[in-house]
């Protein structure tokens, strides 16, 4: 074994065995709770994209949080005791899916609550290069037609666990699905005049929006890793840009874009705003909930893209 993973592994066993200590024993890792208890049902959710569009759904009939904090690289991500221990509690848990966490059958191993993957029945686009050839891309969430499906599965989660409240997540549904079905009818009329409708990125995160709006795409890394921006990915993409004459290139929050700066420094094209993907901003950033990183990320590149 990889002395890399040896080390994985062990880490796994004392995390495993600080949480067995921690439950045995009665103490918490968790802040003090207030004096006024939340008998709502308590859903788990892997990042706060998706803790947002639960909440959303919910309408404040369950009590949502997310296991990774804002700004926190998701794909890579190593749990914490306090994570399991909140987890112990958890009346559902609520992952992306597709590959995306790659750490999350492992946290499950340690977790007894029913689970729901709200990617199921999304349509795959499998990765063509590097070493994730033949996965599935699991950035399914920044479709505005895939995600309906994800609000689908959490109306269909949320009723099971609070049936009595089954038709105010049916309408908060309906509501956000419209909402996504607007904004994606918005992109495609503000990409109707745009001569180079090509979409550039650090990962490729955006495929599943690239299908629904007809763009052409291209991205330094598929998924976040550890060979991000190799010297072959970098000349890929300049080739990319020069070829279709792009416009502006765009890389995501919670990656270094010093290899997207390359891009642009030997294209000489503009590099972008920051677009949203694995995490939300916080509430004082410009995409505090899920429909807001929805439509910041669509209006930032039908602007760049219209230059």
Not at 245 to 270: H, I
């Amino acid at each position: 074994m990889p002395q890399n993973a040896r080390r994985s592994a062990f880490g796994w066993v004392v995390l495993q065995c600080l949480v067995l200590a921690v439950v045995a024993t009665g103490c918490s890792l968790q802040a003090v709770p207030s004096s006024s208890p939340d008998d709502r049902p308590h859903v788990l959710t892997t990042f706060s994209v998706l803790a947002d569009l639960v909440d959303t759904v919910g309408g404040g009939h369950v009590r949502v949080e997310s296991i990774t904090k804002v700004g926190a690289e998701i794909h890579g991500y190593e749990p914490t005791p306090s994570d399991l221990v909140r987890a112990q509690d958890a009346d559902l848990i609520i992952d992306n899916g597709l590959g995306l966490e790659r750490w999350f059958e492992r946290f499950l191993n340690s977790v007894d609550a029913p689970r729901t993957v709200l990617s199921d029945g999304v349509e795959p686009i499998d990765i063509h290069t590097g070493d994730y050839r033949g996965r599935a891309n699991p950035h399914a969430w920044m479709s505005p037609v895939a995600a309906q499906i994800y609000v689908d599965n959490t109306v269909e989660a949320l009723s099971g666990l609070a049936p009595e409240h089954a038709a105010d997540f049916e309408a908060n549904g309906r509501q956000l699905k419209a909402e996504l079905a607007g904004l994606l009818t918005d992109f495609r009329a503000d990409l109707a005049d745009v001569d180079a409708a090509a979409l550039v990125t650090c990962e490729g995160a955006f495929s599943y929006l690239a299908r629904d709006a007809g763009l052409e795409e291209a991205f330094i890394w598929p998924v976040n890793a550890d060979s991000e921006g190799t010297p072959r990915q970098i000349r890929g993409v300049i080739t990319f840009v020069e070829e279709h004459r792009v416009p502006t290139l765009f890389c995501e929050s919670t990656v270094n874009p010093s290899a997207q700066e390359q891009v642009a420094l030997a294209t000489g094209t503009r590099l972008g705003g920051t677009l949203y993907v694995d995490s939300l901003s916080g509430p004082e950033g410009p995409v505090p909930g899920f429909v807001d990183l929805i439509r910041y990320d669509l209006h930032t590149i039908a602007e760049g893209l219209a230059r």
